[in-house]
C-alpha cells in the first residue's frame, strides 16, 4: 500500500511540472507575438523646428574677420563684430560676389572702389566710436564703410560727391535696415556742418592736404582719420586729434585710395 501511495506522489508531481513548463512556455509565446502597444499623445516626440537656412556667406566672413583682420592686429571687439555684422556681398558689383570676402578693393563703378576689409576695420579702430558718437563719414561710395560704422553708433553721417553712388548706396543701406544713416549728396571736403560738430571723422579717398573744412568740424578730443598724398601713389593715413586749441597728427601706415575729388582739386 505504502509503495503504491508513493509512486501516486511521484506520478502527481511529474504532472504538475509538466503543467508548469506548459504554462511557462504559453505564457512566453503569447508576449512574443503581441504588437507593442501604440504610444498616447504624451509618448509622441514633439516635430524638430525647422532648421533656418544657413548663409552661404558665413563661412567666408568669419574667415574674413579671423584672418585677414584680427591676425593682422585690429583688436577691438566691438569693430571685430561690426565687420561679423555687415554682409559685404550686398554691398559689390554682381561680377565680383566671388570676391566678395577677399581681402582687396573692388570696383564699384565711376572710377571709385569698395575699400579692402582690412583697412576698412584698421580705420574704424581708430576712430574709437562708442554708441551715442556722432560720425562723419567721407565718401558713402558702395555704403559698405557706414553700414560698419552704424553697427558701433545710431548717429552716422555719410556725404558722396557722384550722384550715382550716393543713390544706390542709399537703396542698399535702407535695403539691409541702415534707416538711421544720413546720406547726402555734396562735396565731402566741406563736411557736413550742419551736424556738426562730430565725435569722428572718417575719410575714405585721398586728398593732397589735410582738409581743414573737416578739422574745423571736429569736436574737442575728436578724432579724424584721412589718407593724404598724391593720387596713383602710395600715401600716408593719418590720424588727426583735436585737443583744445591744439591739433595732434599721427603718421599710421601707408595706403592707396582713389583720390578725392570736387571743387578743391579744381
Known amino acids: 500500500m505504502k509503495l503504491r501511495y508513493s509512486s501516486l506522489l511521484k506520478w502527481a508531481a511529474a504532472l504538475l511540472l509538466v503543467i508548469i513548463a506548459a504554462v511557462v512556455v504559453l505564457t512566453a509565446f503569447d508576449v512574443w507575438r503581441k504588437e507593442p502597444p501604440l504610444p498616447s499623445a504624451t509618448d509622441t516626440p514633439p516635430v524638430p523646428e525647422a532648421t533656418p537656412t544657413a548663409d552661404p556667406y558665413g563661412k567666408p566672413r568669419e574667415h574674413m574677420v579671423e584672418f585677414d583682420i584680427g591676425a593682422r592686429g585690429v583688436r577691438d571687439p566691438d569693430v571685430l563684430r561690426a565687420m561679423r555684422a555687415v554682409p559685404r556681398h550686398e554691398f559689390v558689383l ?13 570696383p564699384i563703378g565711376y572710377g571709385q572702389t569698395i575699400s579692402q576689409p582690412y583697412i576698412v576695420a584698421a580705420m574704424t579702430e581708430l576712430l574709437r566710436l562708442k554708441r551715442g558718437d556722432r560720425v562723419l563719414e567721407v565718401g558713402t561710395g558702395s555704403g559698405y564703410q557706414a553700414a560698419v560704422l552704424a553697427e558701433l553708433t545710431d548717429q552716422v553721417y555719410s556725404v558722396e560727391i557722384i550722384e550715382e553712388l550716393h543713390k544706390s548706396s542709399t537703396e542698399v543701406l535702407k535695403r539691409l535696415g541702415y534707416e538711421k544713416v544720413r546720406t547726402k549728396h ?7 556742418e550742419e551736424h556738426a560738430p562730430y565725435d569722428a571723422i572718417i575719410v575714405t579717398a585721398a586728398p593732397d592736404h589735410i582738409p581743414q573744412p573737416l578739422v574745423k568740424q571736429l569736436k574737442d578730443g575728436g578724432r579724424l582719420v584721412v589718407p593724404v598724398g598724391p593720387p596713383g601713389w602710395q600715401q600716408t593715413l593719418w590720424l588727426i586729434e583735436k585737443q583744445g586749441e591744439e591739433i595732434v597728427s599721427k603718421s599710421v601706415m601707408g595706403v592707396i585710395f582713389v583720390p578725392l575729388t570736387g571743387e578743391h582739386t579744381r
Not at 566671388?98 to 578693393?105: E, F, K, L, T, V
Not at 555734396?186 to 557736413?192: C, I, N
Open 94 to 106: 554682381p561680377d565680383y560676389l566671388n570676391m566678395a570676402y577677399a581681402d582687396r578693393p573692388l
Open 186 to 192: 555734396a562735396d565731402g571736403y566741406y563736411g557736413w
